[in-house]
C-alpha cells in the first residue's frame, strides 16, 4: 500500500490547474473555510499537514475531471469516425 506520501503526490498529479481554488469554493459550500494556502499545503507531498475534508474534495475533482476527459476523448471519437 502506498504511503501519503506517495497517494498525495499521485492525486496531485491527478488535479486539473485551478483545483486547489475549487476545493477551497466547494468546502465553502459546505460551511468550512480555508485559505488557498493551506489547501496547496495538504496536497503537497513534502508538507505532513493533513486534512481528511481537503483530501476528499480533491478526489472528487480528481473523479470529475477523469470523466470529463473521458467524455471529451469519447466525443473526438465519435467525429472522428463521422468525417
Known sequence: MPNRKE????????????????VKVRLLEKGIKFSVQYISRVLN???????????????????????????LRHKMEHIKMTN
Open 7 to 22: 497517494s498525495v503526490a499521485e492525486l496531485r498529479q491527478q488535479l486539473p490547474y485551478g483545483s486547489f481554488q475549487r
Open 45 to 71: 507531498p513534502n508538507n505532513a499537514d493533513y486534512n481528511l475534508a481537503i483530501i476528499e474534495e480533491a478526489i472528487m475533482i480528481a473523479r470529475e475531471n477523469a470523466i470529463q476527459m473521458d467524455e
